[in-house]
């Protein structure tokens, strides 16, 4: 079973600044590696998938990067509404299984 | 526009069983995977299942040990998640949500609102 490690838990920032998530797994990952936003009281919102690619509707500063074992979401300029937690999550190969990292939350310095 | 409800959610018993069910309207439901995921209080996200858009293919995870079953009727435009034998430790807000186009088994992209499930004496 792969394990997501996501670092650091906390990010303190101030809106403008530039924002680095990282994500880490225990062993290589397909490339099934997904990326979501979540606020408080809502479900999580799809960002990133397959490791690099925004999904519809995402603003071009949030990217993603990575491969092998290490992925990294970036935020170019965090604005007000990007304040929340973000998970990472992969899906193994076969059979389809996904997991969930422990989240890092984004919050105001 | 994609809608997921989801319904069922409750407090019930350990030991009892519980049927969520999602409708969803605003795309063919039956030419997409979907799949449950629930988050407990204060807790992250986990992935409980996935089935596959004709609903012959089924994956779940290991906690689930056979004690709940996805299903789905795509002539009626709906998932289900059907919970047995459940456990304080089952208690959460359970979302369904749709698999990417492409593959039943891609990164979900839509989610609905979640429903609650409290097991308690």
């Known amino acids: 079973e792969i394990v997501l490690t996501q670092s650091p838990a906390t990010l303190s920032l101030s809106p403008g600044e530039r924002a680095t998530l990282s994500c880490r797994a225990s062993?290589?990952?397909?490339?099934?590696l997904a990326w979501y936003q979540q606020k408080p009281g809502q479900a999580p919102r799809l960002l990133i998938y397959d490791a690099s690619n925004r999904a519809t509707g995402i603003p071009a500063r949030f990217s993603g990067s990575g491969s092998g074992t290490d992925f990294t979401l970036t935020i170019s300029s965090l604005e007000p509404e990007d304040f929340a937690v973000y998970y990472c999550?992969?899906?193994?190969?076969?059979?389809?299984?996904?997991?969930f990292g422990p989240g890092t939350k984004v919050d105001f310095k | 526009q994609v809608r997921l409800v989801e319904s069922g959610g409750g407090v019930v018993q350990p030991g009892r069983s519980l049927r969520l069910s999602c409708a969803v309207s605003?795309?063919?439901?039956?030419?997409?995977?979907m799949q449950w995921v629930r988050q407990a209080p204060g807790k992250g996200p986990e992935w409980v299942a996935v089935?596959?858009?004709?609903?012959?293919?089924?994956y779940d995870a290991d906690f689930v040990k056979g004690r709940f079953t996805i299903s789905r009727d795509n002539s009626k435009n709906t998932l289900y998640l059907q919970m047995d034998s459940l456990r304080g430790e089952d208690t959460a807000v359970y979302y369904c949500?749709?698999?990417?186009?492409?593959?039943?088994?891609?990164?979900?992209?839509?989610w609905g609102q979640g429903t609650t499930v409290t097991v308690s004496s």
């Open positions: 999550q992969q899906r193994d190969y076969w059979p389809p299984i996904f997991t």
């Open positions: 949500a749709r698999s990417r186009p492409g593959s039943s088994y891609y990164a979900p992209d839509v």
């Open positions: 062993q290589s990952v397909t490339g099934y």
């Open positions: 089935i596959s858009n004709d609903g012959v293919h089924k």
């Open positions: 605003g795309f063919m439901f039956s030419g997409y995977g």
